[in-house]
């Protein structure tokens, strides 16, 4: 939370999927261990742009760099070191149905880290009781709650203490006590490892309790409509989309 050093840097970028662009022109940039939430409405290209920040598909254009890596020419090592060095919760959390939410949380330590079954195990149990899961790690995701899935989607996002994690909406679909809970549950994870979070969201009392900025996708102008914290956006003024969104509209 020391603010001062930029994790996520972009300049000018260009995101879409082959030739076509979804959003261009997106100039922002993110201090380490702070909050972003990516907002607008449905397709707008939210999913597409934690995508290509978290370096999983290459930018079209402009220049960004991740902890100081530069995503459109990583390649190799440090297209590994990316990988390694964040996390993944995807839209629909999707966790491995036939696997128990410790093995889940046990698979990307298998493939990154060079240790003991005995010692992932207890590192994926480590993980699963700072989520509030550690009764249910035996259990299979077709036996605990959707609150208690997207917990389990974050321990496996955490599984490798990332600097960054992305979340896209990790809220979707629970009711407000669940998704009060996972709020509560991002910053503590934040306050405790100074975690930099990216998350997707549609809550706007989520957004207001969690997030240190936002970045508001407008789709009719194909680029971003405000960038800066939730509560300056809670005031009528420049950016009246963005104002809408925070005071009435509820996009999907
Ligand atoms: N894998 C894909 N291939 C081609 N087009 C895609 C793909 N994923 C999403 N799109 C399109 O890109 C646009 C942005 O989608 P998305 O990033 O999923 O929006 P959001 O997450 O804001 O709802 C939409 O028009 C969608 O249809
Ligand atoms: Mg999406």
């Given at each position: 939370m020391s603010g001062g050093r930029d994790i996520l840097v972009c300049q000018d970028l260009a995101i879409g999927h082959g030739d076509r662009v979804?959003?261009?022109r997106l100039s922002f940039a993110l201090p380490a261990g702070r909050i972003l939430a990516v907002i607008g409405p449905s397709g707008c290209g939210k999913s597409t742009l934690m995508r290509a920040l978290g370096g999983l598909d290459e930018p079209i254009g402009g220049r960004t760099t991740l902890m100081g890596i530069d995503l459109a020419t990583a390649a190799g090592a440090d297209r590994q070191s990316i990988l390694r060095r964040t996390g993944f919760l995807f839209?629909?959390?999707?966790?491995?149905?036939?696997?128990?939410l410790r093995e889940n949380i046990e698979m990307p330590m298998r493939e990154f880290l060079r240790c003991p079954a005995k010692e992932i195990r207890q590192l994926a149990e480590y993980k699963l009781a700072l989520v509030g899961l550690a009764d249910a790690m035996d259990k299979l995701p077709s036996e605990i709650s959707g609150g208690m899935a997207k917990r389990a989607g974050i321990a496996r996002a955490m599984a490798l203490d990332p600097e960054v994690i992305f979340l896209d909406e990790p809220s979707a679909g629970l009711d407000p006590v669940s998704s009060g809970r996972l709020d509560e549950l991002i910053l503590r994870l934040r306050a405790a490892f100074g975690t930099t979070v990216v998350l997707v969201s549609h809550e706007v009392p989520s957004i207001l309790r969690t997030a240190d900025f936002c970045v508001y996708l407008d789709p009719e102008t194909g680029t971003m409509g405000a960038y800066g914290p939730p509560k300056d956006f809670l005031q009528a003024g420049q950016a009246p989309k963005v104002h809408a969104f925070f005071t009435q509209a509820r996009f999907d």
């Open positions: 979804v959003m261009d839209q629909g959390s999707a966790l491995f149905s036939s696997l128990t």
